[in-house]
Nanobody, 123 residues
Framework: QVQLVESGGRLVQPGGSLRLSCAAS????????MAWFRQAPGKEREYVAA????????EYADSAKGRFTISRDSTRNTVYLQMNILKPEDTAVYYC????????????????WGQGTPVTVSS
């Protein structure tokens, strides 16, 4: 059974940092694209960042550029999202997702999803 399990979300003050983790099991995703999305209350799920399975290529949404870093540890089948200089507008549930082929920023092109981990940025 394929599972993506996110962790690391919590309450953090503006300007702080967090590292989210997504542990995959049941399938080797080393050649798949792994991505992070987020969904704030009352809003649609939005793309944050993705890491291609081949060639160490990464891509970021404009909101994440310069502050967030996606990385993956293939030996642990795990993907991370390092988030720095967090802002209140980063408050959302963060989801990990995996796709074999498709448009990286498109929600419907992802096959597997985690259950999400909540991040709250507030003083």
């Amino acid at each position: 059974q394929v599972q993506l399990v996110e962790s690391g979300g919590r309450l953090v003050q503006p300007g702080g940092s967090l590292r989210l983790s997504c542990a995959a099991s049941g399938h080797n995703f080393n050649t798949w694209t792994m991505a992070w999305f987020r969904q704030a209350p009352g809003k649609e799920r939005e793309y944050v960042a993705a890491s291609g399975g081949i060639g160490d290529i990464t891509e970021y949404a404009d909101s994440a550029k310069g502050r967030f870093t996606i990385s993956r540890d293939s030996t642990r089948n795990t993907v991370y999202l390092q988030m720095n200089i967090l802002k209140p507008e980063d408050t959302a549930v963060y989801y990990c997702a995996a796709q074999n082929v498709g448009t990286w920023s498109r929600v419907d092109d992802y096959t597997y999803w985690g259950q999400g981990t909540p991040v709250t940025v507030s003083s």
